[in-house]
Nanobody, 115 residues
């Protein structure tokens, strides 16, 4: 069983930044895709950003130009740098590690953007 732990969430004002981290109990280089998803109250969980084993990144249109996903092999973590946060970014953010055998999810970290 792979353990996934997210951290870095918090309460910020609009326009501020947060950096989320996703740590895994196994090497992140072994996962085909590492992705961030989020779920706001009353909404379905949605994909936000992902990075492949080859380093290819992609983000959803609503965060393009504001969010950046990256990997840190030294710390075995995947980060989501979130800049210019907006109230609509408020959600629980989840990290997902994808393999051919299935997906592993963390428990999530709360991000609240409010003035």
């Amino acid at each position: 069983q792979v353990h996934v732990v997210e951290s870095g969430g918090g309460v910020v004002q609009p326009g501020q930044s947060l950096r989320l981290s996703c740590a895994a109990s196994e090497s992140i280089s072994g996962f085909y895709i590492v992705a961030w998803h989020r779920q706001a109250p009353g909404h379905q969980r949605e994909w936000v950003a992902s990075i492949t084993v080859d380093g290819l990144t992609n983000v959803t249109n609503s965060v393009k130009g504001r969010f950046v996903i990256s990997r840190d092999y030294a710390d075995n973590t995947v980060h989501l740098q979130m800049n210019n946060l907006k109230p609509e970014d408020t959600a629980v953010y989840y990290c997902k590690l994808a393999t051919g055998a299935g997906n592993y999810w963390g428990q999530g970290t709360q991000v609240t953007v409010s003035s």
